[in-house]
C-alpha cells in the first residue's frame, strides 16, 4: 500500500522504504479546492478518508496531484511489482503517471512522463494499470525507457489541456503497487 489517507494526513504510508507525501501543483491560474500545496485527506473515501481535489479554469498547463514515494532525488526500486491499483471517481478523464528519474532528468519542457488516461465515473472505481501500459503519448519530450528500479511518485492530472479552459473534479483513494 502506498496511501489509503485514513491517517488523515499529507504523508503517504512510510512502508518497504517509501516515504513522501501528496501536493497539489497548478499553473495559478484559474481556482482549485484546495490550493496548491499539500493535500489533506477528507471524509468520503472507500472506505473512510480519500483525497479530493477540484479546479476550474486553468488556462496554463493546468494542475498535477502528486505522491512522492522517496526523498527528495530518490528513487525507489519498484520491481517485485507489476503496475499500480487505485480507486478513483469523479468527472472527465485523468491521466495516471508513473514518475521516473530519466525523465525527471530531462530538461524543463521535455519532460513527458509514462502515462495511462483513464475516464472517470461518479462511483468509486478499481483501476489497475500494469506498468507495460505506460507510455509518452503525444510525439513530444525527450523519449527514455522505463525504468521501474528508479520510480520517485505517482501523478494524477487532469486531461483537459489548453486552449480549452481545464476544469476537474476526481477522488483518490487506496493507491498501491501491483
Known sequence: MIDDFEDGNADVMANEGRVGGWYLSTDTTGTTTPKAGATMPEAGGMPGKALHVSGS??????????????????CYDASKFTGITVMLKGT????????TAA??????GMRNHFK???TLTAEWTPVTIAFSELTQPGGWGMIVPFDVT?????DFGPATAPPTPTAFDFWIDNLSFK
Not at 525523465?103 to 524543463?108: L, Q, T
Not at 528508479?150 to 505517482?154: E, L, P, W
Open 57 to 74: 479554469g486553468l488556462t496554463g498547463w493546468g494542475a498535477s496531484l502528486a505522491a512522492s514515494i522517496t526523498a527528495p532525488m530518490g
Open 92 to 99: 472527465g478523464t485523468v491521466w495516471v503517471s508513473v514518475l
Open 103 to 108: 525523465v525527471r532528468s530531462a530538461p524543463e
Open 116 to 118: 495511462k488516461q483513464v
Open 150 to 154: 528508479k520510480i520517485y511518485g505517482v
